[in-house]
């Protein structure tokens, strides 16, 4: 009888009874394993889904893995639940068999479930085995099959712990085992190549809803009740295969259109994360399926507070130094490994990232889920504030701050779009006011509006409307509304300002100074050039008397004093004091802080303005300096390439008029199509393809900017009526040369 166990090994505890039973048994149910064939297309794969999209290059990464020669080939697929790892591991063993025999599926997510899972095995093989062994002995049956024979594919479905499957994985001498399982660490001790699995492309999930939820329904029905809104729809569910496929069956269960669906996740999230469709397995929602792994978690406390603070944070990168205050380093680089081991979170040398759906799940609360409670998702909220708040330069005009800025700004955005309008503590308003004034730094006033609107009525609702603090987001927000010319609001609010500080403050307070030069700012871009510069010398004087000559204010008051000096067209004015907060910013703020740069900038404009020859020299080397310093994108940068194209204008037309088309084209992208500083870069074209002889496009581009400028600044505009003036010219001029046949 010993011969007829030949190769039967342990599983652990309890072999002596194991082999006690077997020897009890008749010879012909036990003959050796060898002497077992398996049954013709002994497959058990189970049924996950009839559509399966995509996939092309994870199943040709499987393909190659898994036909290496030796003994057991394994394979690891891992990534984040719900991705379809299961589903490219049905798909892949369906495929397989015909080449492969037997193809067994085992869901191996416990020791228990990895013994009941060979225990059908020896089932398949040996029918007649059926109620004659114990779990046990029938596993370590099938063990001793696996390891006689080869071209066998075993796929071990959500392993949850390596250590399961090693004992299987150690006596099966040949074949092919395809492992699924959320960890992505631990297979190095199985020597098993990894394949992660990401999300579908937009396109892929686009098709993947498509299908399901149009599924047995005519081109009628679909065009009646529509997809519309299917790419916004997976774009918000991050292409998850998963939550796509719930959100098509409920589709198809309800003809809701993507975009109601997008509705009512926005309305109820708790709800349909953790919806099924009829017929659909009520276990495998998204809410349900990261609950699961939250749980096998629990050892780790701080992984899923972390978490709960990622989830206020944008999708892009978040930079691991802005977590450096949650914990001790030791604990925290414990719960980042932990939440990346489980696929939770992507881990990089210096960032993290999450996808979007769990952030969203995260930070959803949900009575019935103990990792998502209420109180938790508030604290978290409070926190991931609090982290971002401390971890923003303080001073937004420093360029040495900008990478920083520049690497927090999608999250400050998250937080901005997240947060309930009647929400908000002082730490948020002050985080939203330096996001602003950072954003309006770089050229990108019409962005920094909503965050520095949202500074203001947080200290409205906590300090009052006459607060210092208040008025000082007051003066933020006046002034960026001067940048994009919206200055029926602007003027008011700074007028505000200023009475409200000259009441509260001394009269040479430097918070005095600050809102009359931005009010005076304001009268300049509203046309209103002697209150302009009246205002802007009272606020110099009173700058170099309180801050001193060399003062950074005191410079750029200077400069303002000196442009807007050239604005008036008085040059003997301008000149001098252009030349000298040229000089100084460069001696004091170095050649390529903002500051030097548009004083550099209003200098060559003051030359061109002058006939000095040195005119399209400096306005090339602003130029090139703006593209360096800012970018090609940014405003400042516009305005100097549209200044080098006015200093080429006289001597080199067609560089101008590419140059103008340039500003013009960047401008309506930049800025937008109806912003006053694009309606200029229209205007200037129009000048100088009149200056170069062309008068049909001349008259062309000056009648759609005058129609612009009737819509956008108003009729009675002056600036209105200069393009209307400009247009006329054109015509008569076209006109003239016309009668004269030129």
């Known amino acids: 009888m010993d011969g007829n166990v030949t190769g039967i090994v342990s599983l652990g505890a309890g072999s002596t009874n194991v082999q006690n039973i077997l020897a009890m048994l008749p010879a012909e149910a036990l003959r050796p394993v060898e ?140 074949g092919r085992v395809l492992v699924t ?79 109601e669906y997008l509705a009512l996740l926005a309305e109820q999230p708790a ?20 609950r699961t792994t939250f749980d096998r978690l629990a050892d780790v406390p701080l992984a899923g507070g972390l978490l709960r603070i990622l989830a206020w944070y944008g999708a892009e990168a978040i930079p691991q130094s802005l977590l450096d205050r949650v914990a001790e380093p030791s604990r925290l680089r414990e719960a ?15 960032a993290v990232t999450v996808h979007r759906l769990v952030q969203a799940v995260a930070r959803t609360p949900d009575p019935a889920d103990p990792h998502r409670q209420e109180s938790d998702i508030a604290t978290a909220r409070d926190g991931a504030i609090v982290l971002l708040e401390l ?22 955005a998250a937080l901005l779009d997240r947060l309930p309008p009647d929400t908000g503590e002082i730490v948020t308003a002050d985080l939203f006011n330096r ?31 006459d607060h210092p603090a208040t008025l000082t987001v007051r003066h933020n927000l006046g002034s960026t509304y001067a940048e994009i010319g919206a200055l029926d609001q602007a003027v008011p609010l700074l007028q505000q300002v200023v009475a409200g500080r000259e009441q509260m403050l001394r009269t040479d307070h430097p918070d005095i100074l600050a809102s009359r030069n931005n009010l005076a700012g304001a009268y300049r871009r509203a046309g209103n050039l002697r209150q302009a510069i009246a205002l802007y010398e009272q606020t110099l004087a009173d700058y170099e008397r ?42 004091l703020l170095g050649p390529e802080h903002p500051a030097t740069l548009t004083a550099r900038n209003n200098l060559a404009i003051g030359y061109q ?58 401008s309506e992208r930049v800025l937008g199509t109806d912003h006053p500083d694009t309606l200029t870069a229209r205007r200037n074209l129009a000048h100088a393809c009149r200056a170069a002889g062309d008068l049909p496009r001349a008259f062309e581009l000056y009648q759609q900017a005058l129609a612009d400028a009737v819509r956008i600044l108003g009729p009675t505009d002056q600036r209105t009526a200069a393009l209307a003036a400009y247009m006329m010219e054109a015509a008569l001029e076209s006109s003239r040369r016309g009668a004269d046949g030129t």
């Open 35 to 174: 002497q077992v064939a398996a049954p013709r297309s002994l497959v058990n794969v189970p049924f996950h889904s009839q559509v399966f999209v995509g996939r092309e290059e994870e199943l040709a990464a499987l393909e190659e893995a898994l036909a290496e020669p030796g003994g057991v080939v394994l394979a690891a697929v891992h990534g984040l639940g719900g991705v379809g790892k299961s589903t490219l591991a049905a798909h892949y063993a369906a495929a397989c068999a015909r080449r492969f025999n037997p193809v067994w599926w085992i869901t191996a997510d416990s020791t228990s479930a990895v013994e009941t899972g060979l225990a059908s095995l020896a089932i398949g093989l040996q029918p007649e085995l059926t109620r004659l062994l114990p779990s046990e002995a029938l596993a370590q049956r099938a063990i001793a099959w696996l390891a006689a024979h080869d071209e066998w594919l075993l796929v071990l479905d959500n392993v949850t712990d390596p250590a399961d499957i090693a004992p299987l994985l150690g006596r099966a001498l040949t």
């Open 546 to 587: 309180v801050r001193g000559v060399d003062h950074r204010d005191t410079l750029i008051a200077r400069g303002n004093l000196a442009s807007i000096h050239l604005d008036a067209d008085d040059i003997e004015q301008a000149l001098p004091l252009l030349e000298r907060a040229h000089a100084d910013s460069q001696r």
């Open 435 to 465: 996001t602003g004034l950072f954003l309006n730094m770089q050229g990108a006033p019409s962005h920094a509006i909503a965050y520095i609107r949202r500074a203001h009525e947080i200290y409205l609702r906590h300090f009052g409307d």
């Open 391 to 412: 971890s923003a330069p303080t001073d937004a005009f420093d360029p040495a701050g900008w990478p920083t800025w520049r690497t927090l700004l999608p999250h400050v």
């Open 609 to 666: 303005k002058c006939g000095n020859e040195r005119a399209i020299e400096l306005c090339g080397q602003v130029l090139a300096d703006a593209e360096r310093v800012l970018g090609a994108d940014h405003p400042n940068t516009l305005t100097a390439r549209g200044n080098l194209a006015h200093a080429c204008q006289a001597t080199d037309a067609e560089r101008a008029i590419g140059l103008y088309e340039r500003v013009v084209s960047d």
């Open 181 to 259: 399982s959320r960890l992505a660490e631990g297979w190095h001790r199985l020597a098993a190549p990894l394949v992660r699995l990401d999300v579908l492309s937009e396109s892929q999930a686009v098709d993947l809803l498509t299908q399901i939820a149009g599924y047995g329904r005519s081109g009628a029905d679909l065009d009646s009740t529509g997809l519309d809104g299917a790419v916004e729809l997976v774009r918000d569910l991050g292409c998850l295969p998963l939550a796509v496929e719930q959100a098509a069956a409920y589709l198809h269960q309800t003809r809701l259109s993507p975009r």
């Open 336 to 350: 980042l490994g932990s939440l990346a081991a489980y696929n939770m979170i992507g881990l990089g040398a210096d």
């Open 271 to 290: 709800v349909v994360f953790d919806q099924a469709a009829r017929g659909a397995d009520a276990e495998r929602t998204i809410a349900r399926i990261w």
